[in-house]
């Protein structure tokens, strides 16, 4: 259990790791190429791990040299497996998704399967996707959630229509298999599309490999086939996701983070607009190209729709309890599939520190200005969850986490880091 002590005024420099979403994706079109490739500055986390680890399976040849990562890719021919293959993505939504495609890309068969909760989160509209592209894939339970079985022989092709509400993840995962494919791909999108800066990642990690897709907005996707990956060295930014905590940490003090290795004018990922939000909450921020200095303020609630930085709510949710007035967080319903039900967990342990959390369908209302008072609380096997509540135990004695070490699924050096940081002791907040 990790007891978290209330400081004051952060005052601190911290370089944040590499992006967990594009080094799974860029795993992915390494081990794709017909070549090696160098990731520099991969995030090694348990999630990215278990994408590498999938892809060894397959017989793409994976070696890590400090900070980078050496993959030497197959050209989309796979191992073919003789005997049914078991590939187990633990509680990794990304890897089961994303690598879904890929496995179908093979001949033999696979089951792909997770941990318990990995059992619950849906996966239906990928399976419905590639079975329309000729591929003979079904849930194991016919519930629409792993497991699932790939008797794969490659994927035809052809035109499919996704619906945007459930998760990007399905685009990514046709988009990134698509070169591969028998025939070219095209991919509809059936009302709006949740996510969309995650599908920006994956278009931009395929240019840097070499390949290119075709849209119109985010209503509509065309991979040609017979494109090539091309293997090559890659840098890995800064992950936006994980500066977040920090950011949220001096909000909540008063104080001031310089967060390097975030390039908030070049970056795809769409948590960078979390910024945007800062500020309106009342924070002061400053941008360099390859760094952002955050400055709390004296903050206000606000009405935010998420559904585009969906990662950002924990963080978000923190803010919200020590800012005045309202905050309502809106259309992020696909939280519920995440590692744990996110917006039922975030208002059962704040609520249960004191706050006052509406939990609606879509989404939470949070009034800030509560009395708060510490008491054990739970991560519910969230990552993200764990790493807010460090953020909330800053302004409220007696925080105590259970199953803190959630967070090697996307930040195994969070606890170390966050230990390290300097503070002025001095209550801003004291009359």
């Given at each position: 259990?990790?007891?978290?002590?209330?400081?004051?005024?952060?005052?601190?420099?911290?370089?944040?790791?590499?992006?967990?979403?594009?080094?799974?994706?860029?795993?992915?079109?390494?081990?794709?190429?017909?070549?090696?490739?160098?990731?520099?500055?991969?995030?090694?986390?348990?999630?990215?791990?278990?994408?590498?680890?999938?892809?060894?399976?397959?017989?793409?040849?994976?070696?890590?040299?400090?900070?980078?990562?050496?993959?030497?890719?197959?050209?989309?021919?796979?191992?073919?497996?003789?005997?049914?293959?078991?590939?187990?993505?633990?509680?990794?939504?990304?890897?089961?998704?994303?690598?879904?495609?890929?496995?179908?890309?093979?001949?033999?068969?696979?089951?792909?399967?997770?941990?318990?909760?990995?059992?619950?989160?849906?996966?239906?509209?990928?399976?419905?996707?590639?079975?329309?592209?000729?591929?003979?894939?079904?849930?194991?339970?016919?519930?629409?959630?792993?497991?699932?079985?790939?008797?794969?022989?490659?994927?035809?092709?052809?035109?499919?229509?996704?619906?945007?509400?459930?998760?990007?993840?399905?685009?990514?995962?046709?988009?990134?298999?698509?070169?591969?494919?028998?025939?070219?791909?095209?991919?509809?999108?059936?009302?709006?599309?949740?996510?969309?800066?995650?599908?920006?990642?994956?278009?931009?990690?395929?240019?840097?490999?070499?390949?290119?897709?075709?849209?119109?907005?985010?209503?509509?996707?065309?991979?040609?086939?017979?494109?090539?990956?091309?293997?090559?060295?890659?840098?890995?930014?800064?992950?936006?996701?994980?500066?977040?905590?920090?950011?949220?940490?001096?909000?909540?003090?008063?104080?001031?983070?310089?967060?390097?290795?975030?390039?908030?004018?070049?970056?795809?990922?769409?948590?960078?607009?979390?910024?945007?939000?800062?500020?309106?909450?009342?924070c002061v921020i400053e941008k360099g190209s390859d760094r952002v200095v955050v400055h709390g303020g004296m903050l206000s609630g606000i009405d935010v729709d998420m559904s585009c930085m969906p990662d950002m709510v924990p963080s978000l949710a923190a803010?919200?309890?020590?800012?005045?007035?309202?905050?309502?967080?809106?259309?992020?319903?696909?939280?519920?599939?995440?590692?744990?039900?996110?917006?039922?967990?975030?208002?059962?342990?704040?609520?249960?520190?004191?706050?006052?959390?509406?939990?609606?369908?879509?989404?939470?209302?949070i009034h800030g200005g509560e009395r708060l008072s510490g008491t054990p609380v739970d991560t519910h096997e969230d990552h993200r969850l764990a790493m807010s509540l460090a953020v909330v135990g800053l302004r409220v004695p007696g925080v105590r986490i259970r199953d803190e070490e959630c967070v090697s699924k996307s930040f195994p050096q969070f606890w170390d880091m966050w230990d390290q940081l300097q503070w002025d002791q001095r209550d801003p907040f004291?009359?």
């Amino acid at each position: 259990m990790k007891a978290i002590r209330p400081k004051y005024r952060l005052s601190a420099t911290v370089r944040i790791p590499g992006s967990k979403s594009i080094t799974h994706r860029a795993i992915i079109a390494a081990g794709l190429t017909n070549g090696e490739s160098l990731l520099k500055d991969f995030l090694e986390c348990e999630d990215t791990l278990y994408t590498a680890n999938a892809l060894q399976e397959l017989g793409v040849n994976i070696s890590c040299e400090g900070k980078s990562m050496r993959v030497a890719g197959t050209g989309g021919k796979f191992r073919p497996a003789s005997i049914r293959k078991r590939l187990f993505l633990g509680n990794s939504g990304t890897s089961f998704r994303l690598l879904l495609s890929v496995v179908a890309l093979c001949r033999g068969e696979f089951l792909l399967t997770g941990t318990q909760r990995m059992l619950k989160r849906p996966i239906g509209p990928l399976v419905s996707a590639l079975k329309q592209l000729g591929v003979e894939v079904s849930c194991v339970g016919n519930n629409d959630c792993p497991p699932v079985l790939v008797k794969a022989d490659g994927i035809r092709g052809g035109s499919v229509t996704i619906p945007g509400d459930k998760s990007s993840q399905f685009v990514s995962s046709l988009l990134l298999s698509g070169p591969y494919a028998g025939n070219d791909i095209e991919i509809k999108i059936a009302g709006e599309l949740v996510s969309r800066p995650y599908v920006d990642i994956s278009i931009d990690v395929m240019a840097q490999f070499g390949v290119r897709v075709e849209r119109d907005g985010y209503r509509y996707f065309r991979i040609p086939r017979g494109q090539d990956y091309s293997p090559g060295d890659v840098t890995i930014q800064g992950d936006v996701s994980s500066a977040s905590y920090f950011w949220a940490a001096a909000a909540v003090t008063g104080g001031t983070v310089v967060t390097e290795n975030i390039h908030p004018y070049a970056t795809r990922q769409g948590d960078i607009r979390f910024l945007e939000t800062l500020e309106r909450m009342g924070c002061v921020i400053e941008k360099g190209s390859d760094r952002v200095v955050v400055h709390g303020g004296m903050l206000s609630g606000i009405d935010v729709d998420m559904s585009c930085m969906p990662d950002m709510v924990p963080s978000l949710a923190a803010i919200a309890l020590f800012s005045n007035g309202k905050t309502s967080i809106r259309n992020v319903h696909h939280l519920r599939f995440k590692e744990s039900d996110r917006l039922h967990a975030i208002a059962l342990e704040w609520n249960r520190l004191g706050g006052r959390v509406e939990e609606i369908d879509d989404g939470l209302i949070i009034h800030g200005g509560e009395r708060l008072s510490g008491t054990p609380v739970d991560t519910h096997e969230d990552h993200r969850l764990a790493m807010s509540l460090a953020v909330v135990g800053l302004r409220v004695p007696g925080v105590r986490i259970r199953d803190e070490e959630c967070v090697s699924k996307s930040f195994p050096q969070f606890w170390d880091m966050w230990d390290q940081l300097q503070w002025d002791q001095r209550d801003p907040f004291a009359c």
